[in-house]
């Protein structure tokens, strides 16, 4: 069974606002092999729509710096999981719809799944905490004060015990943090 895997950018007020992040060659370096370590990519339909709206033509794109084309490009390669009950037709590459009651359906593709699922959709991984399904998180603290935005986890039943594994720091300041559920 592979790991479900949380990974996201914050500032460090914890705004989850895709643009407010530091987005240069190191940051889509780190995801793109945070990508490839994995089997797949799970998106709820709104994020899966902000990436379907630019990566596919990053991809194509022989103009566009190094990182973000090498990132695109994979992420076009690799199976992603959408979960949606509004929309049912995904025509970007590799795509499939996960079908079936959630909490049964994202269970059965952790088992599925032996190199580990990414997910980074916000929304779904509040619902996705809320079950214990997440065994990772891979977040990425930005040097941004916001001041507005959405936040992480909001409205979960009871606070998480996180254990961390590892950090590493980006010639942006930026850090990335590599939590996983403690045990006990």
């Not at 022989?62 to 076009?76: D, I, S, T, V, Y």
């Not at 032996?114 to 997440?134: D, H, N, T």
Request: glycine fraction near 8%.
């Amino acid at each position: 069974m592979g790991l479900l895997t949380f990974g996201l950018n914050v500032t460090l007020d914890g705004c989850i606002d895709h643009t407010q992040g530091i987005a240069d060659d190191e940051l889509h370096d780190y995801w793109r092999e945070r990508m490839e370590q994995s089997g797949a990519m799970l998106f709820g339909r709104n994020t899966y729509e902000l990436m379907e709206g630019a990566w596919p033509a990053v991809a194509r794109d022989e103009n566009a710096p190094r990182a973000m084309r090498e990132w695109a490009q994979k992420l076009e390669a690799k199976v992603k999981y959408v979960v949606s009950n509004s929309r049912s037709d995904f025509p970007w590459q590799n795509t499939v719809r996960v079908k079936g009651e959630l909490r049964e359906a994202i269970s059965a593709l952790k088992a599925k799944t032996e190199q580990g699922v990414l997910v980074g959709a916000p929304k779904l991984a509040a619902s996705l905490e809320e079950w214990g399904l997440i065994d990772e998180y891979r977040i990425v603290v930005h040097p941004i004060i916001s001041g507005h935005g959405p936040t992480l986890f909001q409205g979960l039943s009871s606070p998480r015990q996180l254990e961390l594994l590892s950090t590493q720091r980006f010639k942006s300041g930026a850090q990335a943090l590599h939590f996983r559920r403690k045990a006990g």
